[in-house]
């Protein structure tokens, strides 16, 4: 095992066997249940070259599938000439030195697969500091057993010249080199949390400073046409592959509804089943559009014969992310290239509005627009307000934050009719400031007719 190159953690460009172990509560394809990991396979840039599957009533605490099958495995790398074997389970650090010992190859399970997809796909400041973290996070516990020289003992010196020579006043036990490493890993975890923290914050400050913007974020199972629909709907020349996570940045543009309609689209990472916690805590900050978003746009590839579990795993994620509540719309896309109506009409009997789409054709679009359009005029509420002329900070919030559609100034108070946000009134009328507001029609015009209130030029 000593010529396994456990530093580098890729499978591009090398030759692959999948395997499996079928639970009883496992949520797999049951045509294919090795489909996606080949699909996580092929876009991380390895060669496929056999699939083994096992069902199993429990995990072996040991290999995690049986003995027999691991000796069959090897049997098979061997006749393939295999490099790497990819589990699409998640392994613990004891299974994977154990598997790698039997079989003389790399292992590689699925979280591990995942993390390398995301490695080569970021390409912004803030994804690079977000997959080192969750590479990190990932590795830290399993650094024991994926590099050899970690039993090498250091002197007390530790990491200093001095100290890994064993130098004078320096002999000792001193401490192993997994330790130092350990202790590297650890102080760099908290280094990167805390400037994603700081980015975290920013991208919070962002998000909420578009008071007054409707906004909308496409979710959904990676590949299933986000992009795609993202620039049919706004020209945002966003990248389109066909590969999953092909994007991993967020990507807002404007999106004009008609009638002077806009609102603000946001293109977000996809989903995969089983997404590993620490990757989804880790981009939280990229998801932070979806997690302020005013609607959900939930994307799904209707012509998958996948498409109900993949529902299913981006439900999964968006409750990790406290988002079930959240008003969404469920987009059936791909129809023009679906062929079982059985499964779409299962789709469109959820809890969500569904509305069947071809962001390829523009088949459904003109729904959607008017869809996303009533939703608007739900999340809308019209009041008319009562503010001291004074009052510079509230007149200042609902000149950006309101659509102002009347005005008017009496003793001392400016009174306005506005179209406004349930969520921005509520901040309003929370920000300890003099705004009031009219509910009583009868009373506003009473009021106004005392005070001689006369209207805004």
Known sequence: MADLNRTELSVRRERAI?????????TVDPY??????ASLARTAGAIVVDRVIQRRQRIDPAYYIGRGKVDEIRERAEAHDADVIIFDNDLSPAQIRDLERLTHRKVVDRSELILDIFATRARTREAKLQVELAQLEYTAPRLRGMWSHLERIAGAG?????????????????????EIDRRLVGRRITQLRRELARIDRRKVREVQARCGEFTVSLVGYTNAGKSTLMNALTDAGVLVEDKLFATLGTTTRRWELGNGRVVLLSDTVGFVRNLPHHLVASFRATLEEAIHADLLLHVVDASSPRAEAEVRAVRGVLAELGLQGKPTLLLLNKVDAARDEALIQILEKGPEKALRISARTGRGLDALVEAVGAQMRTGQVDVTLMVDAGDGRALSFLD??????????????????VSISGIDLAR??????????LDDPSAQTAERKGSGVFRAS
């Open 158 to 178: 530790g990491a200093t010249g001095a100290g890994m020579v064993g130098g004078i006043g320096t002999r000792g036990p001193g401490e192993s080199q997994i």
């Open 32 to 37: 294919d249940p090795l489909a996606e990991l």
């Open 18 to 26: 999948l395997v499996g172990a079928v639970l009883p509560d496992g």
């Open 428 to 437: 309003l009328r929370n920000g300890g400031g003099s705004v009031k507001v």
């Open 400 to 417: 950006r934050c309101a659509r102002v559609r009347h005005r008017s100034y009496a003793d001392g108070r400016v009174y306005l009719e």
